[in-house]
């Protein structure tokens, strides 16, 4: 007798219908709220991941101008308040001495006091004063940068502006009567300066006063030297060639 062969035995899964007809519930069937749960959870998870991502906002054009007008307004302030205490220390009379014989060393009779003096970078300015009153004697020193692009005459005329100090002196006009040019030793060289003759105005209740001014220039390199010396009072011409005449250049 001949064995058939048996076909493989293949176990299909029963369809929830045919779990149903047999009279038998599908074992699946209690799990599905826990499926159904942990999807419904994964879902609201991942909504929630997305809805708590940072959200990007460009910068508009006005924002970045505002930022950079407040940038710039600190660092307006910052200058605005240097500018101000470089004003206050100008003032100080023993910082503008200190600056002027930093430039020369001079000898007023009677003694000297500083008016106002400033030091930034390259450019060093000073006035001093003698210590009577009315002062008598006003000494400007400074060594500014040279400026080639300034033509000569208004050279001159930025040299005038050193003259008269930023204080009451700057209100003692000085009229000029007659000018001339000598040949003096300053700063170890013989130069051409200006000598002024005229008369000074001190106060508007006072009568003019005779009055000299000596003034004198001399390049150094990239810097231009300059005195201006203005005597006025009795016997000006002469204390004005004294005065000159003791200054020493550093």
């Known amino acids: 007798m001949m064995l058939g062969l048996q076909a493989p035995l293949v176990l299909k899964p029963m369809s929830s219908h045919q779990y149903h007809k047999a009279g038998r ?68 009379p023993v910082q503008a001495e200190a600056i002027a014989r930093s430039l020369l060393d001079y000898k007023i009779p009677g003694g000297s006091q500083g008016v106002f003096g ?69 700063c170890g060289t013989t130069i051409l300066i200006t000598v002024e003759v005229g008369r000074q105005t001190l106060d508007e209740f006072s009568a003019p006063v005779p009055a000299v001014r000596y003034i004198a220039s001399r390049k150094e390199g990239p810097v231009e030297r300059l005195v201006i010396l203005t005597v006025n009072g009795k016997n000006s011409d002469k204390k004005a060639d004294e005065i000159f005449s003791s200054l020493r250049c550093k």
């Open 25 to 92: 519930s599908n074992p699946i069937t209690p799990f599905l709220p826990l499926f159904r749960l942990k999807m419904t959870t994964h879902n609201t998870l991942t909504d929630l991941s997305s809805n708590n991502e940072i959200p990007h906002y460009p910068v508009s054009v006005w924002e970045t101008i505002l930022i950079v007008m407040g940038a710039i307004t600190l660092i307006a302030a910052g200058m605005i308040g240097l500018g101000i205490k470089v004003l206050n220390n100008a003032f100080d």
């Open 118 to 186: 400033i030091n930034i970078g390259s450019a060093k300015l000073a006035w001093v004063r003698s210590t009577t009153s009315p002062a008598d004697v006003l000494l400007f020193v400074g060594k500014t940068p040279l400026n080639k692009e300034v033509e000569q005459e208004a050279q001159q005329e930025l040299r005038r502006d050193f003259e008269n100090p930023p204080s009451d002196e700057a209100n003692q006009p000085f009229e000029v009567l007659e000018s001339h040019t000598e040949r003096r030793l300053f």
